[in-house]
């Protein structure tokens, strides 16, 4: 059975993703799917590299939105104490640590529904310092109005995180203060804005595999695709409603990273957050089946993630290496390959 266009290998992917076609990828047996995933990474990116962005919460906690998910939700009884927005030198010094252990890209968060323009011209200044570093740049700042796209744009800003987190029909069980549309809106600005996206969401929450489907699908439809797609597996946090959830069995959570390279063949595909949880042989089909990027360093925003040294011990096992900025997919780099010394993994 063939349920992949015969070019998604090719520059000129096919869009229009129809749910039953995804839906016949999930169903194909476990090693042939991870087998044709592995075959559309292997053509479009070196598959011993992996992308290492560190991750930063620059204004932790007391979000006014009711994410069922989320440890920064005021609402919720998380024990999380809140803190207000880090000056510009705080992140700079940090920014600086993530280079020296080796990340290319940082990512900065904030817990706001939605910025004001004077906080977004914070942001701004940490966004050109941080460039200023040779780092890449990356904020996810809540929904964006008329103008602040364009600000961050001009600080610097090379991606925007927005995640839809899942499937349209199962957005209002999860987020009922704002809509899917209003995410979709976002992602908008920020293409108008001439910014790469960053755009993935979230498994393990009690949706269907239909729906995890459905969240890949309007990924992949999107013209062009998000440059990076974050999967997250819900680290579930006591005091979130959807703490207690029944676990995802692992397996699934692996085939929905390889459907989610073979839809979107020339997309960094991020095992993001809920990697602490997992073993290094779990990360190590991840990576087989296409994940090519991961957060480096000991915390997520607010929850954990492996430490460095246990992350350089999974590099050196598996022979990763870190990827080098701005490698196009699509062009297997083939002098790196060579030039990579396995054992030599992180620089960190
Ligand atoms: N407040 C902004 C927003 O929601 O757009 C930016 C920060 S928010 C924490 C970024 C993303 O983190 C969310 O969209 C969600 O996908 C992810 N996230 C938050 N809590 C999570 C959890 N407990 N497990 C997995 N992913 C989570
Ligand atoms: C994304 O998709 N995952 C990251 C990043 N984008 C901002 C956030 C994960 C957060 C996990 C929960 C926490 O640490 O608070
Ligand atoms: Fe607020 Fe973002 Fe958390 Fe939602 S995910 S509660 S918007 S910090």
Redesign the pocket.
Known sequence: MSVVPSDSTARAVATGWQRDTILALFALPFNVLIARAASVHQANFDPSQVQVSTLLSIKTGG?P?D?G????AARYDTGLSAHKLMSTEQVLERAREAKAAGATRFCM?????SPKDREVAKVAEMIAGVKALGLETCA????LKDGQADALKQAGLDYY???L?TAPEFYGEVIHTRAFQDRLDTLEQVRAAGMKTCC???VGMGETRAQRAGLLQVLANMNPPPESV?I??????PG?PLHGTEALDPFEFVRTVAVARIVMPHSMVRL???REGMSDELQALCFLAGANSIFYGEKL?T?GNPDVERDRALFARLDLVPMPVAQEPGTAHLDLITAAQPGDACTA
Do not use: F
């Open positions: 979000c939105e994410c998910y989320c440890p920064q968060g904030a817990a706001w529904r996810t700042l809540g929904m995180n927005h995640n987190d993935g969401g979230i974050p997250n597996q819900l680290v579930q946090v979130t993001s957050a809920g925003l929850t």
